[in-house]
C-alpha cells in the first residue's frame, strides 16, 4: 500500500477521541469518591438502556459485566493511542474512559484528533487524485469491481497460475463473492488472508501488469498487506 497504510488505518483510529466528551470541572483533580459516582451514573444508564432495548428476558448481571468490559477495554485502547502529553493530562484515566474530562483536556485531545483527521483526509484525496488520472488507462472490466471494503474473505485457492478468494459479502458494498487474480505473482503477503476483514484497496498498472494493493485486519486485530500482480482478475457473483 501507498497510500492506505498500515501507519494511516491507525491514524485514521486516533480521529474521535474528542467525541461526546462531556466537560466536568471535577474531571481536573483525582478523585475515587467522584470516578465511583460517575462510573455508577453511567452504569445505571447503561443498564436503562438495555432493559430498553431487551424487554424479554434481560439479564442485569450479564449487562453489568459487559459494561465493566467495554470500559476495561477502553481504558486500554486510551493508554495505547492518545499521545503521552494527552495522557499525562488527565487526572484519572477511568473517569476519560467514562467521556468526561476537564475544558483543558477536551482542547488538548480536540486538536489531537481534528489534526489526525486532516492527514488521513488529505493521503485520502492525494489516492483520489492518483487514481482519477491514472484510471484513464486501466481496462474498466478489469478493475471496477476491485472494491471489497468490510467483506470478509473466508477462503484461498491457489494454484500455479491462479489464485481465488471468496468473500463474505454481506457487510460490503458488491455482489461479488469471488475475485481470481490470473497468471499471478504474489508481490507481499504479510499474513494469513483467511478470515481476515478487507478494509482498503488500491490499484496500479507497472510494466502493462495491473497490481492490486490491499489491506486487511484479522481477528487479533493485527493488519495484513496483500499485493498482488496479474495479467488479468476475474469476478464472481453468485446466481440467485
Same mark, same amino acid.
Given at each position: ?45 447503561? =443498564? %436503562? /438502556? ?11 448481571? $450479564?449487562? #453489568?459485566? +459487559? ?95 491462479? =489464485? %481465488? /478468494? ?11 463473492? $469471488?475475485? #481470481?487474480? +490470473? ?58
Amino acid at each position: 500500500m501507498k497510500y492506505f497504510t498500515k501507519e494511516w488505518f491507525e491514524l485514521s483510529q486516533k480521529t474521535s477521541f474528542h467525541l461526546n466528551l462531556v466537560e466536568d470541572q471535577e474531571a481536573e483533580l483525582f478523585s475515587e469518591e467522584y470516578f465511583q459516582q460517575l462510573y455508577n451514573s453511567e452504569l445505571m444508564d447503561w =443498564l %436503562t /438502556l438495555r432493559e430498553e432495548m431487551y424487554t424479554i428476558d434481560f439479564n442485569k448481571e $450479564e449487562a #453489568t459485566e +459487559e459494561f465493566d468490559n467495554v470500559f476495561i477495554v477502553n481504558q486500554m485502547i486510551l493508554k495505547r493511542q492518545l499521545p503521552q502529553m494527552i495522557l499525562e493530562q488527565i487526572a484519572d484515566l477511568r473517569v476519560f474512559a467514562l467521556y468526561t474530562a476537564s475544558r483543558k483536556v477536551i482542547n488538548a485531545v480536540t486538536k489531537f484528533c481534528e489534526e489526525n483527521e486532516r492527514l488521513v483526509n488529505a493521503i485520502g484525496e492525494n489516492y483520489r487524485s492518483y487514481y482519477k488520472e491514472a484510471s484513464t488507462s486501466f481496462d474498466k472490466e478489469i478493475v471496477e469491481d476491485f472494491r471489497f471494503h468490510d467483506c470478509k474473505v473466508i477462503n484461498l485457492i491457489q494454484n500455479d497460475t491462479n =489464485l %481465488t /478468494l471468496t468473500l463474505n459479502n454481506s457487510g460490503g458494498f458488491t455482489d461479488v463473492d $469471488e475475485v #481470481t487474480f +490470473e497468471n499471478f505473482h504474489l508481490i507481499k503477503q504479510d499474513g494469513f488472508l483467511e478470515n481476515t476483514w478487507w478494509l482498503y484497496e488500491e490499484v496500479y498498472k507497472v510494466n502493462n501488469q495491473y497490481e492490486f494493493h490491499a489491506l486487511l485486519e484479522n481477528g487479533e486485530n493485527e493488519l495484513i498487506d496483500f499485493i498482488i500482480s496479474a495479467e488479468r482478475i476475474s469476478f464472481t457473483r453468485k446466481d440467485f
